[in-house]
């Protein structure tokens, strides 16, 4: 079965630092990846995917995630967070027949000014 | 063209009562999902279909059910209102037949909030 681990419940940078966050993932084959965005009181938005080639892709806001198939990570970056970032992000991972994604728990980001 | 629409927004319930939330999609997308998003868990998958007149359990179905008579259209009830049901419902749909779209890229609702008192 897949799984999605994101280590950190909550994370709080100042505005203009960069910023990482972390995602594990436990699948057998190539997975598909994925990371969104949750604004407070919002739905989900999709931030950026992997499924194959480049391991480093570019999403939208400025982030970008980088593919590391022998850490089995998919961690999610931006070089200058802006006040607006502040959000929760979901990494999740799909793979298989039945295209269910599996979500992890989240990890809420706070932006200090 | 407006994604993925959910009714009602909000609803509040008394133990016992019954429900029925309403997601439609406008992309002729065929599968669509139901989650639950409670604090601390992130989305666990209630049930899903992969085509008109199909459904499946997800990883929490009890205590729900699902119907989905039009391609467009997937609904979720609530026989029997529980308090543990608060929690806000997300409905999600992919893959058009039609495009490029990839069956595991997931076009997300804004979400019922759900209260049972």
């Known amino acids: 079965a897949q799984s999605v681990t994101q280590p950190d419940i909550h994370i709080t940078v100042s505005e203009g630092a960069s910023l990482e966050l972390r995602c594990n993932y436990s699948?057998?084959?190539?997975?598909?990846l994925f990371w969104y965005v949750q604004s407070p009181g919002q739905g989900l938005q999709l931030l950026l995917k992997?499924?194959?080639?480049?391991?480093l892709v570019q999403g939208i806001k400025g982030f970008e995630a980088e593919f590391k198939r022998s850490q089995s990570s998919f961690n999610l970056r931006k070089p200058s967070v802006h006040w607006s970032d502040a959000a929760e992000y979901f990494c999740?991972?799909?793979?298989?027949?039945?295209?269910?994604?599996?979500f992890g728990k989240g990890t809420l980001l706070t932006v200090n000014p | 063209n407006a994604g993925v629409t959910q009714t009602p927004k909000f609803r509040v319930l008394k133990t016992g009562q019954s429900m029925t939330l309403l997601c439609a999609q406008d992309?002729?997308?065929?599968?669509m999902y139901w989650y639950r998003q409670d604090p601390g868990m992130g989305l666990r998958l209630i049930h899903y279909s992969v085509g008109e007149g199909t459904t499946a359990k997800g990883e929490v179905p009890d205590g729900y059910n699902v119907s989905r008579l039009k391609k467009q259209n997937f609904l979720l009830g609530l026989e029997s209102a529980a308090p543990s049901q608060t929690s806000v419902y997300f409905c999600?749909?992919?893959?058009?037949?039609?495009?490029?779209?990839?069956?595991?890229?997931?076009?997300f609702g804004p979400g019922t909030r759900l209260t049972v008192t």
């Open positions: 999600a749909s992919s893959y058009s037949t039609r495009g490029a779209g990839d069956p595991y890229e997931q076009y």
């Open positions: 699948y057998g084959a190539t997975p598909y």
């Open positions: 992309m002729n997308h065929e599968y």
């Open positions: 992997y499924f194959s080639g480049d391991t």
């Open positions: 999740a991972v799909g793979g298989g027949s039945n295209y269910k994604l599996t």
